[in-house]
Nanobody, 123 residues
Framework: QVQLVESGGGLVQAGGSLRLSCAASGRSFSLYVMGWFRQAPGKEREFVGAVSRSGGTTDYADSVKGRFTISRDNAKNTVWLQMNSLKPEDTAVYYC????????????????WGQGTQVTVSS
């Protein structure tokens, strides 16, 4: 069982930066692939990026590649999403998720989800 709590969301102007954190409970954090997803109003939830168990491999959606960076610290049971050069279209609720299976952009690969944190980017 893993519980995830996101933080760090807020309101930022276009071009600005935010760093989201996701703190995990439990001792088995390093066993999980960690993903970030987002859901904009009226849209389906979409994959943002993921990081492997060791942190050595990351994958990103094309829409955020080059602007967002995912990292993790297994000793701190934490994963971060650094978001730079934010655009109004990045406005969404951001969720972190933990998956015990393969490294994947699919929601179905992730078993545990946080409650989400709102990111709003003004133009």
């Amino acid at each position: 069982q893993v519980q995830l709590v996101e933080s760090g969301g807020g309101l930022v102007q276009a071009g600005g930066s935010l760093r989201l954190s996701c703190a995990a409970s439990g001792r088995s954090f390093s066993l999980y692939v960690m993903g970030w997803f987002r859901q904009a109003p009226g849209k389906e939830r979409e994959f943002v990026g993921a990081v492997s168990r060791s942190g050595g491999t990351t994958d990103y959606a094309d829409s955020v590649k080059g602007r967002f960076t995912i990292s993790r610290d297994n000793a701190k049971n934490t994963v971060w999403l650094q978001m730079n050069s934010l655009k109004p279209e990045d406005t969404a609720v951001y969720y972190c998720a933990a998956g015990g299976g393969s490294f994947s952009p699919m929601e179905s690969s992730y078993k545990y989800w946080g409650q989400g944190t709102q990111v709003t980017v003004s133009s």
